[in-house]
């Protein structure tokens, strides 16, 4: 076993496996690696697994010059372009869990076969494995690129790339799409923490996550972040959480990948990223080990990640087309609902799907897009409309929003442009108050318009939104019984005192 500098016996296995999926990441790959090597954790608590996804701006060598001195354990997987973030990430996952197809390929790579053996850090501090993936199924080593490339400030010079078939007869699996016949690793973290190149950790983060974990036993902890040149999360940093689900809390609205998943639960259920999306990816991921999780850290009071925006526009996660969005919103709603039984919960988890991938389409956008386009999204909306738009889910709305989303259910394309109109210019609807302020209407366009047709349930706001207009009473009928109901249950319970007449509760 062996021993962290300050003299303590290291862990056998490291506590947290980083995963990195990298294309194109230059210059923020710099910031985003110095953030991973100012970590206070223990170097020897962490391995990273750096995958670039065939950059051609010195990302790749940008991570074996990192590899070279990092701290820590460092392997480099160098491959073909896959397309999106799914397959690099997937490939740093099946690292961390060796779960790989051979031994003997492991010998050759990591010293004692052929080919380029692992290098070490200096000073025997950390190590590099560099694997490279050919097309055909061969796996071997390279040295690198040709020329010499600068990453934070050194300048390292490389080899031209070369590639070793492997010469024994290993069990040789032929893959398919990114599927990757990987090497078993000696190490695995216990954790799992996905960092994109082009953001960083915040100080402690990884400490902090790790501790939470073992503290609170739970399988994923959220730790706070902050948006730099780009929006973030906000809702569910209210405050420190040792444990909660996706039930009680609002972390529905944060399902990107860069959280901290313990290993033995993506294992245990086989949650991987789907390489058949190429948008809303981490949504299903994530979202599958919220609800299969034993529960959920939130770290609120310490910035843990730093989501970057690029000066180009561009992220390690692609924006997709309106096709693809409309793809990932009807797979994450089949995944709640495969998972979670019809009821209250699952109208809830619903509202993620509808209001932050779907609903977006029919906004201020929407009136920008062609005829066809319109026409287009509306057909793509259809199946997951048809399959998971219900009134249970609609009444958790805002009236704008259900209107909108109603219109979209029935495929009425012009009262829909006229609503999106409305919301664009951002006016007030007007509220109409009826049954002595128990109930709240908001005129948006085509309410109570016959030829229109649509159902004044749509227009009806919810007492939290009606709570804003002067004049509201909440309550009804029902409201009044149970008054009534609890008053008589205090009298019948409150010594010496008889029970009182029963009384008829007033006309709503």
Request: aromatic content about 6%; some cysteine; hydrophobic content about 35%.
């Amino acid at each position: 076993m062996s021993r962290s500098k300050g003299g303590n016996a290291a862990v056998a296995q490291p506590e947290v496996t980083v995963v990195i999926g990298a294309y194109e990441a230059m210059p923020y790959l710099v910031e985003c690696l110095a953030s991973l090597e100012a970590q206070t954790i223990a170097p020897e608590r962490i391995e990273v697994i750096a995958v670039d996804d065939g950059s051609t701006d010195g990302t790749g060598e940008c991570l074996e010059e990192f590899a070279g001195r990092a701290p820590m354990p460092v392997t480099v997987i160098r491959q073909a372009n896959s397309g999106g973030p799914s397959g690099p990430r997937n490939i740093g996952l099946d690292r961390a869990t060796g779960r790989y197809r051979t031994l003997a390929q492991c010998s050759a790579l990591q010293g004692g076969g052929v080919g380029h053996p692992a290098r070490s850090g200096p000073k025997g501090r950390g190590g590099m494995a560099k694997i490279a993936l050919s097309d055909d199924g061969v796996v071997g080593p390279t040295a690198g690129r040709a020329g010499s490339q600068a990453c934070g400030g050194r300048v390292r010079p490389t080899l031209a790339g070369r590639q070793w078939p492997v010469k024994q007869e290993p069990e040789v699996v032929p893959r398919s799409g990114t599927d990757r016949n990987l090497l078993p690793s000696g190490r695995r973290g216990r954790q799992v923490f996905f960092l994109d190149a082009d953001d960083r950790l915040g100080h402690e983060a990884l400490q902090r996550m790790v501790a939470m974990a073992d503290r609170a036993g739970t399988d994923v902890v959220l730790g706070r972040v902050e948006g730099v040149n780009r929006g973030a999360p906000k809702s569910m940093w209210g405050r420190t959480l040792e444990r909660t689900d996706v039930h009680s809390s609002p972390i529905k609205y944060t399902l990107s990948a860069q959280k901290l998943f313990r290993r033995a639960l993506l294992v245990r259920h086989g949650i991987r990223f789907d390489e058949s999306l190429f948008t809303g990816e981490d949504a299903l991921f994530t979202m599958e080990a919220y609800l299969r999780a034993n529960g959920v850290s939130v770290i609120a009071d310490h910035t843990c990640y730093y989501l970057v925006g690029r000066d180009d526009g561009r992220h390690v996660t692609k924006s997709g087309s309106h096709t693809l969005r409309f793809e990932s919103a009807r797979r994450l709603a089949d995944l709640i609902a495969a998972l979670v039984p019809a009821g209250p919960r699952r109208d809830r988890l619903m509202l993620r799907p509808f209001t932050v991938t779907l609903l977006p389409q029919f906004g201020p956008r929407f009136l920008k897009d062609s005829d066809r386009v319109r026409r287009h999204k509306l057909e793509l909306a259809k199946p997951l409309m048809d399959a998971h738009w219900s009134e249970d889910v609609a009444r958790h709305l805002k009236v704008e929003e259900r209107l909108r989303l109603h219109l979209v259910a029935e495929q009425r394309l012009e009262l829909l442009t006229d609503a999106v109109k409305f919301t664009a210019e951002r006016k007030q609807a007007p509220a109409l108050l009826e049954r002595r302020g128990r109930r709240v209407y908001l005129v948006y366009p085509h309410f109570r318009d016959r030829a229109a047709g649509v159902p004044d349930s749509v227009y009806l706001a919810s007492p939290r939104e009606a709570r804003a207009f002067p004049g509201y009473r909440e309550g009804g009928t029902a409201t009044v019984l149970r008054r009534a109901a609890r008053r008589a249950r205090h009298l019948l319970t409150s010594p010496g005192r008889p029970a009182p007449e029963p009384k008829t509760p007033a006309a709503a």
